[in-house]
């Protein structure tokens, strides 16, 4: 998995945002602000143009380009909490030497370290009714999947460990709706957060699936 592979993943990210944008603001207009899609779609193709005006080098810098990217051109909480995945995902990609290619392994442990980011800025757990709840379980659905030595995988199976994840993502997701939200702004509507998909979750399933995508088609630019 080199800098190209991932340049597709952020380009399909701030695609389907951009198509989603609408749905994931009317989302956050039930429980939140009204501008989590607007302020995604603005930051991800922020980082898109970023990309290209300024090549990464390694998967490394090319995450953390993306982190910084996003904490300064993104708005309300989901800036600071996107940016904080990406740049301390890139960050422990750097701590190993910031290799051109990283593994599928590689990148579950940095996606790790991008989890307990997030975590500690957000002092969010599993059933907060977070994006936690979608980030949580795609992680530990593609670290289970890629713990096997590589040599052991084919590469049909290190693609199913990111449909895994975005499998993982997306029901995360959607397990949300039923919750009452005890993080953020949602929380103070109390039990009448119950019902609704949140937003941040649902945009995480949408972070997953590019990735998906990107592994799934490596030819398309």
Request: one cysteine or more; a negative charge; aromatic letters at 4%.
């Amino acid at each position: 998995m080199d800098t190209a592979l991932l340049t597709r993943w952020i380009t399909g990210i701030a695609e389907t945002v951009r198509a989603n944008r609408e749905r994931l603001t009317e989302l956050d207009a039930a429980i939140g602000d009204a501008d989590h899609g607007v302020n995604l779609d603005r930051g991800f193709g922020a980082a898109v143009q970023a990309l290209a005006e300024e090549p990464p080098v390694s998967p490394g810098a090319l995450l953390r380009l993306v982190g910084g990217t996003l904490i300064r051109r993104v708005g309300g909480a989901s800036g600071p909490l996107y940016g904080t995945a990406f740049r301390e995902a890139g960050r422990h990609l750097g701590s190993l030497g910031d290799s051109p290619e990283v593994s599928p392994a590689e990148l579950a442990r940095a996606l790790r370290a991008g989890l307990d980011g997030v975590t500690r800025l957000g002092s969010a757990a599993e059933g907060d009714k977070t994006m936690v709840d979608a980030l949580a379980p795609a992680v530990r659905a593609l670290e289970s999947a890629t713990a096997s030595p590589a040599a052991a995988r084919a590469v049909a199976e290190e693609r199913e460990a990111f449909e895994a994840a975005a499998s993982a993502a997306l029901a995360g997701a959607e397990a949300t709706i039923p919750m009452v939200a005890r993080k953020g702004r949602a929380s103070y509507l109390g039990p009448r957060s119950a019902g609704h998909e949140d937003p941040g979750a649902a945009s995480c399933a949408l972070v997953f699936a590019a990735l998906l995508s990107a592994v799934n088609d490596p030819g398309q630019g």
